[in-house]
T-cell receptor
């Protein structure tokens, strides 16, 4: 079974600074997808960024980028120029590419951006 | 553009009462899911439906039943509610095999309190 671990329950950073959220996972599979989801106080789950395991290039979406280390099974999220609207819970998630479409989530990191 | 709609948004039950959470999606997705979110636990899969007429247990199915009524609708029923089922419940949907494997679209969540 796959597991996803987020070791930072809470983090805070000053507005405009850069912050990195950590995620590690455990799987025996070679093909899979990794995700970061954001959950603001509104409770709505929003996809932030996605990484396909077969791609060596790290995914980027505007101020959000990942550091994907497949051998180390590490998938961290970097938020640059942080904004107040980035305050949210962030969940790392994993899914296999073998027809099992069940997403496994980590326990989340609560990020607070300080004005 | 409704996406995934779940009702009710809030519900208070007494121990032993029953209720059904309704979920509908208008994106023609094949797969639908029910997750529960508890503090420090992340999101845990309760039940999953890969297509109309099929359902599969997730990580925490005990105390729940589901019905995939048609392609659009996937309901979650608590037959005899217990305080341990106090949680926020999320319905989600996805369309596997379209090149965006694993991207789930979530409803806004339903907060259930069992007294």
């Amino acid at each position: 079974a796959q597991t996803v671990t987020q070791s930072q329950p809470e983090m805070s950073v000053q507005e405009a600074e850069t912050v990195t959220l950590s995620c590690t996972y455990d799987t025996s599979e070679n093909n899979y997808y990794l995700f970061w989801y954001k959950q603001p106080p509104s409770r709505q789950m929003i996809l932030v960024i996605r990484q396909e395991a077969y791609k060596q290039q790290n995914a980027t979406e505007n101020r959000f980028s990942v550091n994907f280390q497949k051998a180390a099974k590490s998938f961290s999220l970097k938020i640059s120029d942080s904004q107040l609207g980035d305050t949210a819970m962030y969940f790392c998630a994993f899914i296999s590419n073998f027809g099992n479409e069940k997403l496994t989530f980590g326990t989340g990191t609560r990020l607070t951006i300080i004005p | 553009n409704a996406g995934v709609t779940q009702t009710p948004k809030f519900q208070v039950l007494k121990t032993g009462q029953s209720m059904t959470l309704q979920c509908a999606q208008d994106m023609n997705h094949n797969s639908m899911y029910w997750y529960r979110q508890d503090p420090g636990m992340g999101l845990r899969l309760i039940y999953y439906s890969a297509s109309e007429g099929t359902t599969d247990k997730g990580e925490v199915p005990n105390g729940y039943n589901v019905s995939r009524l048609n392609k659009r609708e996937f309901s979650l029923r608590l037959e005899s509610a217990a305080p341990s089922q106090t949680s926020v419940y999320f319905c989600a949907s996805s369309k596997p095999g379209t090149g965006v494997s694993g991207e789930l679209f979530f409803g806004e969540g339903s907060r259930l309190t069992v007294l």
